[in-house]
């Protein structure tokens, strides 16, 4: 779903970003009929996406690493050390953004993730956090679905506004 709306986001504002999806669970499945449900009703089709395990090379090629617990970054963390400084869930990212502010259109994304990761430490990413961790709703009610993918709207919106804020223009 963040994937989903993340790149629907940058593709509103003309920004040409490619936007990949990868996990730790299993390869090759389809999303949960309620994921399909809830991102069709957003006017976004993510039926013929496939689940994939995330892997070194993958991590080695981003320029930016988000997950939606801190649980994520760990596992990108210690799958590909050196991926640290680009390595945030959604919402440890978008609260550091709000701090650091928007990124300049000639400052390069590296730079404003540095300026965003200011006094981070890697002991943050122990235990589980409200602050940073987006509750995964599977297996629950659609309702779950729904809220989720409501904060992710909202975070990968405010991302995009702080990464991204030069390449506005097309429709929200």
Avoid: K
């Avoid at 499945?29 to 399909?36: A, D, F, K, R, T």
């Avoid at 039926?47 to 993958?58: E, F, G, I, L």
């Avoid at 050196?82 to 959604?90: E, G, N, S, V």
């Avoid at 000639?106 to 993730?113: I, M, Q, R, T, Y």
């Amino acid at each position: 779903m963040a994937a989903a709306l993340l790149s629907a986001q940058l593709t509103a504002r003309g920004a040409a970003v490619a936007v990949c999806s990868a996990g730790l669970a299993g390869t090759g499945q389809p999303p949960l009929p309620e994921v399909i449900e809830v991102m069709a009703a957003r006017g976004l089709d993510v039926a013929r996406q496939r689940s994939r395990a995330v892997t070194p090379a993958d991590l080695a090629g981003a320029d930016l690493i988000l997950g939606m617990s801190r649980e994520h970054v760990r596992h990108a963390t210690v799958l590909l050390p050196r991926a640290w400084p680009r390595a945030f869930t959604l919402r440890e990212l978008a609260r550091r953004g709000q701090q650091a502010g928007a990124r300049d259109a000639a400052e390069p994304l590296g730079g404003w993730l540095a300026r965003a990761a200011s006094c981070r430490n890697r002991r943050d990413l122990l235990g589980a956090s409200p602050a940073d961790d987006i509750a995964d709703p599977t297996g629950g009610p659609r309702h779950g679905y729904d809220a989720t993918a409501s904060v992710l709207d909202e975070l990968t919106h405010e991302l995009a506004d702080l990464c991204w804020p030069y390449a506005r223009g097309a429709a929200r």
